[in-house]
């Protein structure tokens, strides 16, 4: 774990966090007053960090096996929240969506629109499982690889979470610059709904009501972050890494035909991956240096 001269037990990904939280409290003041409560942001802001600050202070002092795990886990429970509010700063540099250059791009390379087309072509009720099942995987994976690390491979956990919450933030600053919301909604229905065909269709869809947001689309953050969680698997373990591999597959074609995604928000995720990756991991040894880990 990572420490510093004063005693305090900070990590890399407090600084990380903390960082992004006052990064987009900069962005806010570009946002019309009407249209975003920037005072009640700036407010949940100092709360997180205040909650941060108690956080590095218990587990500083008390040392123990909970106060670790809540230290080193307590940035996976922000993405949600700070996700939706990506929704809300994604229009500060382009007034307009991005999306018709994106579904003219589709257009250009594929000569029609794959997320319009790819549920109608394969309405079978057993494909339509699969893919909402190889969607709904990646909810898992976004806990389960950093949990499962840190009870299998404990000196690899803290590196672990550290590339997830970064690489997630990475995308959500991007999100923010290039505001582009997806066919889901951008679309009209019907043209934006997929029929419910079974548990995982329905779980999937709670799970986009509940959390999902006019944001995101391009590249998607689920075809790069299962990329990411899947050379994480492979750095600590060789079965999970097997065992994530198809479900992975699937969420490459379960994004297009859920219309989450345009078929280029997955190449851009594809592509998007490594670099992404890579900036994680020179911030990592960055922090880590500077902390004296």
Same mark, same amino acid.
């Given at each position: ?23 987009t ?6 946002? +019309?007053?009407?249209?975003f409560? =920037? ?10 960090i ?5 956080i ?21 429970t ?21 999306d018709?250059?994106?579904i ?10 794959p ?19 190889g ?14 690390i840190?009870f299998?491979?404990r +000196? ?18 991007f ?18 709904e ?5 548990f ?13 947001? +006019? ?15 899947l050379?994480?698997?492979l ?18 074609f ?5 219309k989450?995604?345009y078929?280029v928000?997955?190449?851009g995720? =594809?592509?998007?991956a490594?670099v ?7 911030t990592w ?9």
């Open positions: 774990m990572s420490g510093n001269k004063t005693g305090f037990k900070i990590l890399p990904a407090d600084m990380v966090v903390i960082a992004y939280l006052m990064i409290a900069v962005l806010m003041i570009f946002i +019309p007053k009407e249209e409560d =920037i005072g009640m942001h700036l407010i949940d802001r100092l709360l997180i205040s909650g941060i600050a108690f590095i202070y218990l587990d500083s002092r008390r040392k123990n096996n909970f106060t670790e795990f809540l230290h080193l886990f307590y940035p996976l922000l993405l949600g929240y700070i996700y939706g509010e990506t929704a809300l700063l994604n229009n500060v540099f382009f007034a307009a969506n991005l018709p250059f994106f003219n791009l589709d257009n250009k390379i594929f000569g029609f629109q997320a319009l087309e790819f549920s109608k072509s394969f309405p079978q009720v057993w494909f339509s499982k699969l893919m909402n099942l969607y709904f995987s990646y909810y898992f994976m976004t806990i389960g690889v950093s949990v499962i840190y299998t491979d +000196p690899f956990a803290e590196k672990t979470v550290f590339v997830i919450i970064t690489s997630f933030l990475i995308y959500y600053l999100f923010i610059i290039f505001p582009v919301v997806g066919p889901q909604f951008y679309f009209e229905p019907p043209f934006s997929v029929p419910v065909t079974g995982f269709s329905k779980a999937v869809k709670a799970v986009q009501e509940a959390g999902e947001h +006019p944001t995101g689309a391009f590249p998607s953050s689920h075809v790069g972050m299962a990329l990411i969680f050379w994480l698997s750095k600590s373990s060789k079965v999970m890494f097997w065992i994530l591999l198809p479900f992975v597959i699937l969420i490459l379960a994004t297009v035909y859920i989450a995604h078929a928000d997955i190449i995720g =594809i592509l998007s490594p992404v990756l890579i900036l994680s991991l020179r040894y960055f922090l880590s240096n500077y902390l004296g880990s």
